[in-house]
């Protein structure tokens, strides 16, 4: 069975800290690919950044960071110097069956709340 | 080049009405999907086309709803008739297919900006 868990409801930070958010997955398949989306006040759903399963590397973009790790199936999201305009809920999402009848799964969500 | 479309923003209706939603996904996207938000239930998937052929239906809640896609730039979910547990938003997303093994735009869904429905 496929799942996506993100065990962070919500987190609050000051502005200018740190912050990761976790996402854990489940899948048997073999080639997924697994997404971060932000979903700010105004209600709209923000494509951030795609990872195939066969493709390891980290990135880097801006002040937002993604750690993928196959051993221990999670996809992290890292966000440096966070600032209110940070604030949203972000979903990790599994995309799997890319051979025939996909699905998509999203986690749950986190609340990030940034402070001024 | 503009977005996936949504219409209407907002629907307030009645209990027993018949709703319909509207997506325009971006063109040249091959498939379709069709998503609820709720706060219990987070984000569903309702169902997905590609290549305008209804793939997946199985996160449809029960017989009151159906979605159609005529043609490569049009889709409609309807609901009838609709009740007050359906009141949600709803969104329409689309997307490309994989066209080779490391395609690196396949799969990235593109969300319009949905459609709250309030049933009353």
């Known amino acids: 069975a496929q799942k996506v868990t993100q065990a962070q409801t919500e987190i609050s930070v000051v502005e200018k800290e740190d912050v990761t958010l976790d996402c854990v997955y489940e899948?048997?398949?073999?080639?997924?690919?697994l997404f971060w989306y932000k979903q700010p006040p105004s209600g709209e759903l923000v494509f951030l950044i795609r990872?195939?399963?066969?493709?390891?590397q980290n990135e880097i973009s801006g002040r937002y960071s993604w750690n993928f790790q196959k051993s221990t199936s999670s996809f992290n999201f890292t966000i440096t110097a966070s600032q209110v305009v940070d604030s949203a809920v972000y979903f990790c999402a599994l995309h799997t069956g890319v051979t025939g009848g996909f699905k998509t799964i999203f986690g749950a969500g986190t609340r990030l709340f940034v402070k001024a | 080049d503009a977005g996936v479309i949504q219409s209407p923003r907002h629907e307030v209706t009645e209990m027993g009405q018949e709703v319909t939603l509207r997506c325009k996904p971006i063109?040249?996207?091959?498939?379709l999907f069709w998503y609820r938000q709720t706060m219990m239930r987070g984000l569903e998937l309702l169902i997905y086309f590609n290549n305008n052929v209804p793939i997946d239906d199985s996160g449809m809640p029960e017989d009151r709803f159906s979605a159609k896609m005529p043609n490569a730039s049009f889709s409609t979910l309807k609901i009838q008739p609709s009740e007050p547990r359906d009141s949600a938003v709803y969104f329409c997303?689309?997307?490309?297919?994989?066209?080779?093994?490391?395609?690196?735009?396949?799969?990235?869904?593109?969300f319009g900006p949905g459609t709250r429905l309030t049933v009353t």
């Open positions: 899948t048997r398949d073999t080639t997924y690919y």
């Open positions: 990872r195939n399963s066969f493709d390891e």
């Open positions: 997303a689309s997307s490309l297919g994989r066209r080779e093994e490391r395609d690196r735009r396949a799969y990235e869904q593109y």
């Open positions: 063109s040249g996207h091959d498939y």
